[in-house]
């Protein structure tokens, strides 16, 4: 589903780079990625590609230790049939 991160070798100078600055990965599931997207639509009115999503899912599914936590949100790179399924999934209102 995202598209965006999906890579057969990762990038050796990347893995390097992401060692200083990364303090933890965790992974995140596709029904993780469709709530994510879901709950960003729902509460700050944006569609993300579902590569983006995958910081706000790793927020609502995993528990971090204490300070702060970041992620990148984009939407650039979404397809008609992303937006097709998100339409048909129901506005959360709580």
């Known amino acids: ?3 965006g991160v999906a890579v057969r070798v990762p990038v050796p100078a990347a893995v390097d780079r992401m060692r200083g600055l990364v303090d933890d990965v965790v992974l995140v599931d596709d029904d993780q990625i469709r709530e994510a ?3 960003v639509r729902d509460t700050v009115g944006l569609i ?3 590569a983006a999503a995958l910081g706000v899912a ?3 599914h995993h ?3 204490p ?3 970041a992620t990148i949100v984009t939407g650039s790179n979404f397809s008609p049939g ?3 399924e998100l339409a048909e999934l129901p506005v959360q209102t709580d």
């Open 37 to 39: 997207l879901r709950a």
């Open 63 to 65: 528990r971090f230790g």
């Open 1 to 3: 589903m995202a598209d």
């Open 48 to 50: 993300l590609e579902p």
């Open 67 to 69: 300070g702060t936590l």
């Open 58 to 60: 790793a927020a609502l």
């Open 82 to 84: 992303l937006l097709a």
